[in-house]
């Protein structure tokens, strides 16, 4: 049970959160969830009432956000200057508005550093998003990327929402667009990550092969 990284990237709805969170718990590690680290301080920045294109004063007000967010993988809280905002940074304004603030190098810049602080202090760690075995953590013991087809993804994400199948599959193609394109650390496959399709696959069926790569990794 020495250190032990796990860095799971992938587009919204491909089970990321789900899958890390069960494998975190199974191997007895820590778990970040980098999007809600996003999504406060995107709570944060609409907040404040700054113009979301005004790079300057999001970039100062993203700053000077007191954020904590904890790593235990049943039950991790995120608040932003005191507020516990897990609930609020699932709404659809912070969605609307998060990968926006997430394109700007300097937020980037910032979460990065305390993502791998947090990524030391742990030790054991499963760490999800959409550049961790690019960017975050390109020396992870264990680097997924894990995708399902866009119907499947908007079914997932409508389902836990509670919303509309085909306005979540509008935003999730929207997201993953601006995700994908954005200069500076897009969503991307880390060339040494292993794919893992989950169209037609169960989360236990995700979580023990996972398992099973990394009990063979040593
Ligand atoms: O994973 P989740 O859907 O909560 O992420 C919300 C948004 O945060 C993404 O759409 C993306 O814009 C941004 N994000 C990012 N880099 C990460 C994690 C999330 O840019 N490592």
């Given amino acids: 049970t020495g250190?032990?990284?796990?860095?799971?990237?992938?587009?919204?709805g491909s089970g990321k959160s789900t899958v890390s969170r069960r494998l975190a718990v199974g191997i007895g590690a820590r778990y970040l969830d980098t999007g809600a680290m996003y999504r406060a301080i995107t709570w944060a920045v609409l907040r404040s009432g700054v113009d979301l294109t005004d790079a300057e004063s999001v970039t100062k007000v993203a700053g000077?956000?007191?954020?904590?967010?904890?790593?235990?993988p049943q039950g991790y809280g995120v608040t932003a200057d005191g507020v516990n905002v897990d609930r609020e940074i699932r709404g659809p304004e912070v969605t609307g508005s998060v990968s926006a603030v997430a394109a700007l190098p300097a937020v980037r810049e910032l979460l990065v550093a305390r993502q791998r602080e947090?990524?030391?202090?742990?030790?054991r760690i499963v760490i999800e998003g959409?550049?961790?075995g690019s960017v975050v953590a390109p020396d992870a013991d264990l680097k997924v990327y894990l995708t399902a087809s866009e119907a499947a993804r908007?079914?997932?994400?409508?389902?836990?929402?509670?919303?509309?199948v085909a306005a979540t599959a509008a935003d999730l193609a929207r997201r993953d667009r601006l995700d994908s394109t954005r200069k500076v650390n897009p969503l991307q496959q880390a060339p040494d990550a292993v794919v893992?399709?989950?169209?037609?696959?169960?989360i236990d069926e995700v979580v023990a092969r996972l398992r099973e790569l990394l009990t063979e990794r040593g």
């Fill in 3 to 12: 250190r032990c990284v796990v860095a799971v990237d992938g587009p919204s």
């Fill in 64 to 72: 000077e956000v007191d954020l904590r967010i904890g790593t235990d």
């Fill in 118 to 123: 947090i990524i030391a202090n742990a030790g």
């Fill in 130 to 132: 959409r550049d961790i």
């Fill in 154 to 164: 908007a079914q997932r994400r409508s389902a836990e929402d509670a919303a509309d």
């Fill in 196 to 202: 893992l399709d989950t169209t037609e696959l169960g």
